[in-house]
């Protein structure tokens, strides 16, 4: 599947799934988007995915490499609108 319409799924997954902050800014824990049944069959590589629409300035997240269960509570954030 093409990278860049896997990004442009993403964002709308970050949409669906996660909540809006006070900045305005949408987010969703990794583990909300991990254990998501739509995200599951969607993404082959969520993590990958997830890479590279951080490398592409689309989202954000604290570390490198996100794992299920360690990394749950970390916040994907959504920089573009």
């Known amino acids: ?3 860049d ?3 442009n ?3 709308g997954e970050i949409r669906r799934l996660g909540s809006k902050g006070n900045d305005g800014k949408f987010s969703v824990k990794f583990g909300v988007l991990f254990s998501d049944d739509k995200c599951a069959n969607l993404f082959e590589a969520l993590v990958g995915t997830l890479k590279a ?13 996100l794992l299920q269960g360690v990394h ?3 916040d ?6």
């Open 1 to 3: 599947m093409n990278v």
């Open 5 to 7: 319409h896997e990004v």
């Open 9 to 11: 799924l993403l964002v």
């Open 53 to 65: 629409a951080k490398k592409r300035k689309i989202i954000t997240y604290q570390g490198e490499l």
């Open 72 to 74: 749950d509570n970390v």
């Open 76 to 81: 994907i954030v959504l920089l573009q609108d």
